[in-house]
């Protein structure tokens, strides 16, 4: 799977790729001016860039990573809403909940990076990995150099895909559920989608692909079941604009709306293990269960299916 170049600067896919799929793709310095070609050899720290399976009827197994999403000691009020996952919008409750997770905010690049130092841990050094959506290819970039993994990505927007080429990261300038039929099965050790199954126009597809071409796949996305979520929706009858939602209706890219529940009912559905998972939760990140739908920001979860 080494990335091989041709005289133009072009990127060709790993040997994972069907050779039919170099004819249909483009890489992103085709998108740019004639002339300009990807940096390939920049390290990363010379340019900072820019903000199926049949269904099953077995449970969502969650192996290992797993917390209970109870602060101890927990006031009855926040114990009873966490079992039953029901927000009252009473002064007592909110009050206890913004007392025990804050605003989570924290420190904006460590808050939009969290998710990188989790799976850095996880991802074994040498491995093959495929990255997803990889926007201006800051996680693939920091796994190539610390972890000397051979990688891929996948970016549909040409400018950040310029920008990842930029850090070293070889990227095929292409729309995910384009590419991922053009992988053969097993060929790559981790698949990371990363804050992107939320935008998908075929969530399903794209799932089922990854689970078919990755040994272990990784996926996160905003959680629309957190309690402040679901508060300003129930408070002002508009679509909540958060932290982690920033955006308004009308320009938003997240076309899904999922929580930490929706995603744990489709794996069991599908037979899909899900080996770990983490949150962001009133500024830390830990493991959680389901029952930190309500107190969980954004969700990191670590799945395969056998």
């Not at 077995?58 to 006031?75: F, K, L, N, T």
């Not at 292409?174 to 698949?191: A, M, Y």
């Amino acid at each position: 799977m080494a990335e091989k170049k041709t005289t133009t600067g072009k990127k060709t896919p790993p040997a994972g790729v069907k050779s039919t799929a170099a004819d249909k793709k483009t890489t992103a310095a085709d998108n740019k001016t004639k002339g300009t070609t990807p940096a390939a050899g920049t390290t990363a720290g010379k340019k900072t860039p820019p903000a199926g399976k049949t269904a099953g009827k077995s449970p969502a197994r969650i192996r290992a990573g797993v917390g209970d999403g109870i602060p101890e000691p927990c006031p009855a009020v926040l114990r009873e809403a966490l079992d039953n996952d029901r927000l009252d919008l009473g002064d007592e409750l909110l009050a206890v909940l913004s007392s025990a997770y804050g605003n989570g905010d924290g420190p904006s690049e460590e808050r939009r990076r969290w998710q990188d130092g989790v799976i850095l841990d996880w991802i074994s050094p040498g491995s093959y990995v495929l990255d997803l959506g990889c926007g201006h290819g800051e996680l693939l970039g920091k796994l190539i150099a610390e972890m000397g993994v051979h990688g891929q990505a996948v970016e549909v927007d040409p400018e950040a895909a310029m920008d990842a080429m930029e850090l070293g990261v070889p990227v095929l300038n292409i729309d995910i559920s384009e590419v991922l039929g053009d992988f053969r099965d097993k060929s790559f050790d981790f698949v990371i989608l990363e804050s992107t199954v939320q935008t998908l126009r075929d969530p399903m597809g794209v799932l089922g692909q990854m689970l078919r071409v990755g040994k272990r796949c990784v996926v996160s996305f905003p959680n629309f079941g957190h309690w402040r979520t679901r508060r300003d929706l129930a408070a002002t009858g508009r679509m909540p604009v958060t932290s982690s939602l920033p955006f308004q209706w009308y320009d938003t890219p997240n076309i899904r709306v999922l929580t930490v529940k929706d995603f744990l009912d489709w794996a069991r559905r599908y037979d899909v293990t899900v080996d770990k998972a983490y949150g962001y939760c009133g500024g830390r990140v830990r493991p959680i269960a389901e029952r930190d739908n309500l107190v969980t920001e954004e969700a990191l979860m670590f799945i395969s299916r056998d």
